[in-house]
Each structure stands twice: as C-alpha cells, then as structure tokens.
C-alpha cells in the first residue's frame, strides 16, 4: 500500500529528459511500474505488462529493473523477505520513507516523519557522512491485524489489546 503523501517522479519524463531510449516495451513497463498501488516484484511486473503486450520477456523486464535502478529512478526493497528472497521495486518518491511489514498479512505500509528526516540530518552532521541511500524497513503487525488478533496479555512490549502498566 502507498502512502497518499508521497509524490513519485515521472518515469517516462526522467528518461526522456536523460536521453534515453523508450521502446514500446520499456515504455509499458516503466508505466506499469509508476502505476502500481503496491510494490511490484518482477515476475509480477512482468504479468502485469504482458497484459499488454504478450512479447514481453523475462530479459527485458531485468534490464529496465537495472537501467532504473543505474538511474536512480527506482528503489530495490527486499521488504523484510516476506515473500521469501523476493525483490520489490517502487519509483522513488519525493522524500525518504519507511516500510511497515506486517508479518501476519503481508501489508506494506508507507511512513514519513520529520523525525526521520531529522535522524538523517542528526547522521550526517555527526558522522560527516553524505547520505546518498536510506532505506529502513519495520517489521511487526499493522492496525487492521491488531484489532482482529486475540491477544490476551501476551507480554510483548507493545501488545494491541491489553495497556502495559509499569
């Protein structure tokens, strides 16, 4: 799932501006990708653009994922391999994020905070460290599978039925 809040490049728009090459099928990929709600793997960015255009291929879906990924123009997410060794791919987007893995229903949710932008911001000033790749992902239960789940004083640190009291 994407976060409302977060704005993603045009795709098609950056590789025209950096002179690259749009063939018809690249072009149905990179707007498959851009498109997307949700993070796509490559065999299902691969399904999804062959229900445009049945020549699509295997190769050519890899190497759009790495001519993007040279680019800069997308990000590579394992997702806290949820799906097994899957990678997942998202155009980047306007400000950096965090993913929320729900371990019990597979939900990737999207987190922004200016308390991250901060942190990075707190990095690079103590460390001298040019911050060219964030990516931070958590892992946990997300809202929807806290209030159907039966906890009954699990004893987790945070648990989404009982209060903790100290």
Known sequence: MRSQNLDRRSLLQELTLRGVRITGQRKILVETIQASER??????????????????????????????????????????????????????????????????????????????????????????????????EVGGRCSKCCRAASCNGCGEEVCCKTERRN
Not at 65 to 74: Q, W
Not at 83 to 105: P, S
Not at 111 to 134: A, C, N, W, Y
């Open 39 to 136: 993070h796509l793997d490559a065999a299902t960015l691969l399904a999804l653009a062959r229900k445009r255009d049945s020549q699509i291929n295997r190769a050519t879906v890899y190497r759009t994922l790495e001519l993007l990924k040279k680019l800069r123009l997308i990000d590579e997410l394992d997702l806290m391999h949820l799906n097994g060794e899957k990678h997942f791919y998202e155009a980047k987007t306007n400000v950096d994020h965090v993913h929320l893995a729900c371990f019990e229903c597979g939900r990737i949710e999207e987190f922004t905070s200016p308390l991250f932008d901060r942190l990075k911001g707190e990095i690079s000033h103590q460390m001298g460290f040019q911050i060219r790749v964030v990516r931070l």
